[in-house]
């Protein structure tokens, strides 16, 4: 072989490996460049109601700062527990998130045996954005107006009124049953497949009392279509300050307060992971998009993933608990 031959062939080997080297660069940086598509945020409620409203909220904001589109989609029923399956079975790359409160992360697993996913193994979380008090709400006809007038009422008509929750074995139904229990009154539970059919029927007189958010709640007490009895935290909520607490009114020990936290299958890559938490704290933490949640009912305090398994590891026995004194039973 010639040695323009040989050079001529070295050239062409040369170039081969430049282009190979090229390629698998650009192939890698594609790889780690997340997000490169759009991500579905699943809401497990209907359209309308408290978590609904949160999880459009926050991903317009996390679409903002991730670049990508991010679509809500909504896989109500079950009590969460369809949406958070179907998280929990999806590929843990990124593109597929979980917003939801305590009602998925430790109600569900104190009340139910048998659940399509686990609180921990099956998720990790990106953070938590803040709870929302329930609220003990009324239809304005009940002729009541605090906790002592209602429990009168109930006792002097056992099993005439009923309540409405978002689903059994939600927080909702949960604060209601605690209720019932600690009060020692007959009231029916009525479930719904979220918070706004919920509402809708409260205010149309089908049922007289629900157990709701503070981000449902606040526009229909303002509007005067529905009366605020008592919130459900320990302390008064700042979002309605002139509503007592069910504690105070004489029931000490009564508490149940949702929060609300952002998840992913578990198995994510650690950049993914982190790109997901920052978007997410840069939107919590953005004025306005905290305006947007405080106005719509949300006591709002991020806090960051590595939160989420104490917390669940904490308040899952206590809610075990619960569920055994108060004979708490899921239809």
Same mark, same amino acid.
């Given at each position: 072989?010639?040695?323009?031959?040989?050079?001529?062939?070295?050239?062409?080997?040369?170039?081969?490996?430049?282009?190979?080297?090229?390629?698998?660069?650009?192939?890698?940086?594609?790889?780690?460049?997340?997000?490169?598509?759009?991500?579905?945020?699943?809401?497990?409620?209907?359209?309308?109601?408290?978590?609904?409203?949160?999880?459009?909220?926050?991903?317009?904001?996390?679409?903002?700062?991730?670049?990508?589109?991010?679509?809500?989609?909504?896989?109500?029923?079950?009590?969460?527990?369809?949406?958070?399956?179907?998280? /929990?079975?999806?590929?843990?790359?990124?593109?597929?998130?979980?917003?939801?409160?305590?009602?998925?992360?430790?109600?569900?697993?104190?009340?139910?045996?048998?659940?399509?996913?686990?609180?921990?193994?099956?998720?990790?979380?990106?953070?938590?954005?803040?709870?929302?008090?329930?609220?003990?709400?009324?239809?304005?006809?009940?002729?009541?107006?605090?906790?002592?007038?209602?429990?009168?009422?109930?006792?002097?008509?056992?099993?005439?009124?009923?309540?409405?929750?978002?689903?059994?074995?939600?927080?909702?139904?949960?604060?209601?049953?605690?209720?019932?229990?600690?009060?020692?009154?007959?009231?029916?539970?009525?479930?719904?497949?979220?918070?706004?059919?919920?509402?809708?029927?409260?205010?149309?007189?089908?049922?007289?009392?629900?157990?709701?958010?503070?981000?449902?709640?606040?526009?229909?007490?303002?509007?005067?279509?529905?009366?605020?009895? /008592?919130?459900?935290?320990?302390?008064?909520?700042?979002?309605?300050?002139?509503?007592?607490?069910?504690?105070?009114?004489?029931?000490?020990?009564?508490?149940?307060?949702?929060?609300?936290?952002?998840?992913?299958?578990?198995?994510?890559?650690?950049?993914?992971?982190?790109?997901?938490?920052?978007?997410?704290?840069?939107?919590?933490?953005?004025?306005?998009?905290?305006?947007?949640?405080?106005?719509?009912?949300?006591?709002?305090?991020?806090?960051?993933?590595?939160?989420?398994?104490?917390?669940?590891?904490?308040?899952?026995?206590?809610?075990?608990?619960?569920?055994?004194?108060?004979?708490?039973?899921?239809?």
């Amino acid at each position: 072989m010639s040695s323009t031959s040989l050079t001529t062939r070295r050239r062409s080997l040369l170039a081969l490996t430049l282009i190979v080297g090229a390629t698998t660069v650009l192939s890698s940086g594609s790889a780690s460049a997340f997000p490169d598509k759009p991500i579905t945020l699943v809401v497990p409620y209907p359209p309308g109601g408290a978590t609904d409203t949160v999880g459009r909220i926050v991903a317009k904001g996390i679409s903002q700062r991730l670049g990508q589109p991010v679509v809500v989609d909504n896989r109500a029923g079950a009590g969460t527990v369809i949406g958070a399956t179907a998280v /929990a079975q999806a590929q843990p790359d990124g593109y597929t998130l979980l917003i939801s409160s305590n009602t998925t992360f430790t109600v569900n697993p104190a009340l139910k045996p048998k659940l399509g996913y686990d609180p921990v193994k099956s998720f990790e979380a990106i953070g938590t954005l803040g709870s929302s008090p329930l609220v003990l709400l009324a239809n304005p006809a009940l002729a009541v107006s605090d906790v002592k007038s209602l429990v009168a009422l109930a006792r002097n008509q056992p099993g005439k009124l009923s309540y409405g929750s978002f689903g059994s074995g939600t927080t909702s139904h949960f604060a209601g049953e605690m209720f019932k229990v600690m009060a020692g009154v007959d009231i029916l539970h009525v479930p719904y497949k979220g918070s706004a059919p919920a509402m809708t029927d409260l205010i149309g007189g089908q049922v007289q009392l629900t157990f709701d958010t503070n981000v449902a709640a606040l526009p229909q007490v303002q509007a005067g279509k529905v009366k605020a009895i /008592a919130v459900t935290s320990k302390q008064r909520s700042p979002t309605l300050p002139n509503v007592p607490t069910i504690a105070e009114a004489g029931y000490p020990d009564y508490e149940m307060v949702p929060w609300i936290t952002i998840v992913l299958p578990r198995g994510a890559a650690a950049s993914v992971k982190a790109a997901l938490s920052k978007a997410f704290a840069d939107s919590i933490a953005d004025a306005t998009i905290r305006a947007d949640l405080q106005k719509a009912g949300v006591d709002v305090l991020w806090q960051p993933g590595s939160d989420y398994e104490p917390r669940v590891n904490r308040e899952l026995p206590l809610l075990k608990s619960y569920v055994q004194k108060a004979n708490i039973t899921v239809e």
